[in-house]
């Protein structure tokens, strides 16, 4: 019940590893990019360096650019881990993902 609850805050479901929205920053636009890209799940993103991830998002065009994912392999680590207190005390430190 705890883990539901605190996975609920990060507005993620628990249940939904493929949910990439949950990590701030990423919104439906650029979770369908990575999707495309051939990262699917919280442990995909948290594997991917930010090299990778920045070249998924270069290729999608100069819309794009602004994004920074520096911290999105972290974040779907402690999503991927079901350490929601912790993703969650990061994002309120975050401002969309930097």
Do not use: C
Not at 22 to 37: C, D, F, P, R, Y
Not at 61 to 89: C, E, Y
């Amino acid at each position: 019940k705890f883990e539901q609850r605190a996975a609920k805050r990060v507005g993620v479901s628990r249940s939904k590893p493929s949910d990439l929205k949950g990590v701030e920053g990423i919104g439906l636009k650029i979770e369908g990019l990575l999707k495309a890209g051939g990262i699917n799940t919280w442990s995909e993103l948290a594997a991917a360096d930010t090299v990778r991830i920045q070249e998924v998002l270069a290729a999608a065009g100069a819309r794009f650019k602004l994004a920074v994912p520096r911290t999105w392999s972290q974040q779907a680590g402690l999503a991927a881990a079901g350490n929601w207190a912790a993703l969650k005390s990061l994002q309120e430190e975050l401002n969309a993902g930097k």
